[in-house]
């Protein structure tokens, strides 16, 4: 008697070949123009992937043609308006909930308010808003990233994984401070992502999702950071009833 076995269809079997290196690159370009936040010649591209010229040409055609990149008259690369679109499309219903709160928030505090979530051992930025009559402010643009083992907003999303899901690089001062966070309900930091600058965040736990913070950061004031974290904590409540907890 035979037996029929089947074969897994190709595009349903696991993904265990070698990753592609020109898809790799073509990300890697977008990621080195969100860091610099200023354009950059094809030369300076190159240099930060360690390619060469004719190859960065190549693949910045690529991103072009895709509307991800766009070219400066001077020929410099800076990143493209349809990374906006691509980006409004990550968690549409997260953002369109948080905007308002966080709105509000940095008009209220006169502080720049941001949503950030958790990927892989990172924070990244989901969006941000300035105070509107704010004598001076602090930029957090959307897309920006650092480990999850800085910062405020990375010690709020710590709170929320247990510490066999944590980072290697957690000391036991910080893995103190995590703990801390999670008794009092938000955390802090000074200088640890950007010299010179404050930072409160809180804890958005939703159902479902990976885990997110809400977060304030500003030059060094008087105000206390309680409160700071008070307002956040009440965005946050306004947030997780709207998605349904």
């Not at 790799?24 to 240099?47: F, K, N």
């Not at 219903?93 to 051992?121: I, S």
């Amino acid at each position: 008697m035979t037996t029929n076995q089947s074969t897994p269809d190709a595009a349903e079997a696991p993904a265990t070949g070698p990753a592609s290196q020109t898809l790799s690159r073509g990300i890697r370009i977008l990621e080195v123009l969100a860091d610099a936040r200023r354009p950059l010649t094809i030369d300076e591209t190159a240099g930060a992937l360690g390619v060469h010229r004719s190859v960065a040409y190549r693949l910045i055609r690529t991103l072009e043609a895709h509307g991800l990149v766009e070219r400066e008259p001077a020929g410099a690369i800076r990143l493209g308006a349809r990374l906006a679109a691509l980006a409004a499309g990550v968690a549409h219903d997260l953002q369109a909930e948080a905007l308002p709160e966080l709105t509000a928030a940095a008009n209220e505090l006169g502080m720049t308010c941001f949503l950030v979530v958790l990927d892989h051992e990172e924070c990244v930025t989901l969006a941000s808003v300035e105070p509107r009559h704010a004598v001076a402010t602090v930029a957090q643009r959307p897309g920006t990233r650092h480990p999850v083992s800085v910062g405020a907003p990375g010690k709020a999303i710590l709170t929320q994984l247990p510490a066999s899901a944590w980072p290697s690089d957690v000391t036991a001062a910080l893995a103190g401070e995590v703990h801390e966070a999670a008794v009092r309900g938000w955390a802090e930091s000074q200088n640890e992502v950007i010299p010179s600058l404050h930072a409160v965040a809180v804890p958005l736990v939703l159902r479902g999702r990976a885990p997110s913070a809400l977060a304030a950061v500003y030059l060094p004031t008087d105000r206390d950071a309680a409160s700071v974290a008070a307002r956040l904590l009440d965005s946050a409540a306004v947030i997780r009833a709207a998605l349904g907890g």
